[in-house]
């Protein structure tokens, strides 16, 4: 494989079980400066192995058990911190599956719980009729043997469930802070609590994470999707707060901002009756640390660093 990639113009490394240590560590360095764009590996980084730039990870054999798999997945889900690789933008992962493992055991996505209901018992299988093969139950094709398979009619005349409605999780509401629209514009969200804050602003297409905490330098969290970095930026005030300040200052929603906060806000903030102590403190914090949030986006994204 690593051959194929060379021979189309693609620099790529093979490591395997018979290197040596400094002939491993030389073609990991070469993957981590960027000198090849493709890592081949036969058994050895499926776990243990970590580059957060990864984006792309393509399987070439089935594996046996799903947790194999996972792992093997999981060298390219890492988040991108931006101070550890200053100028990456990674906003997804691809992976390409050859291997027919998410055929056997289902995609990643599958095994998600979000309402901690835990599951037990073994997934439902059935056998291919060519191979013999156990295969899950809702496989139409074997994906061992490739064997088609027909799908047998309800003879109980059972209708075909309808009218599904897929619904999102919003994130916002599942974390312990109370994150608020700063502007009314979806474009800016911040969350606070005691010593800390955190923020995700969007910029030319791309939404940016940013963390800050009393007597600190104010952090880039990451760069990407929505989802994504509102979650860093969650993960950083549950690191630096606690249950405790995160349920205290949800009280302050039901109370209106102090007279020292309005002293902190512009004129119409005394006439926003909606405005309350929490939404105060939020925007306090942004305008605190608007000119430091800004250059620090900024920075992130020029060109050269994109390009870095």
């Known amino acids: 494989m690593a051959e194929a990639f060379n021979a189309a113009g693609i620099p790529a490394g093979l490591i395997h079980g018979e290197l040596s240590a400094d002939e491993r560590r030389n073609i990991l360095g070469a993957y981590a400066s960027g000198e090849i764009a493709v890592l081949v590996n036969v058994a050895v980084l499926t776990e243990g192995f970590d580059h957060p730039p990864t984006s792309c990870v393509i399987l070439l ?16 889900l890492r988040t991108v911190d931006p101070e550890e690789h200053p100028g990456v933008v990674k906003t997804d992962c691809v992976v390409l599956d050859f291997g027919t493992s998410s055929l056997m055991h289902g995609t990643l996505e599958q095994d998600v719980d979000l309402d901690d209901r835990s599951a037990s018992g073994s997934a439902p299988t059935k056998t291919c009729p060519d191979c013999d093969a156990e295969i899950p139950l809702g496989a139409r094709e074997c994906p061992l043997c490739g064997a088609l398979l027909v799908e047998q009619k309800d003879e109980g005349g ?17 974390s312990s802070f109370q994150w608020v629209d700063l502007f009314g514009d979806e474009a800016a969200l911040m969350a606070t609590g005691f010593t800390a804050w955190g923020g995700i602003f969007w910029m030319d297409g791309l939404w940016y994470a940013v963390g800050g905490r009393r007597g600190a330098q104010l952090r880039l969290l990451g760069i990407g999707e929505r989802a994504v970095c509102l979650a860093q930026a969650d993960d950083w005030l ?3 707060e606690s249950d405790e300040s995160a349920f205290k200052t949800r009280g302050w929603l039901g109370q209106a901002p102090t007279e020292k906060q309005l002293q902190y806000l512009p004129p119409s903030a005394r006439q926003d009756y909606g405005l309350t102590r929490y939404h105060a403190s939020a925007l306090i914090s942004f305008r605190f640390n608007k000119r430091a949030i800004r250059q620090l986006i900024q920075a992130a ?7 870095a």
């Open 238 to 240: 549950n690191t630096h």
């Open 61 to 76: 054999r089935p594996s046996s058990c799903k947790s194999t798999m996972i792992q093997m997945v999981g060298r390219g």
């Open 158 to 174: 059972a209708e075909a469930l309808e009218g599904f409605v897929m619904t999102e999780i919003d994130l916002l509401k599942r």
């Open 301 to 307: 994204a020029t060109p050269e660093r994109r390009a």
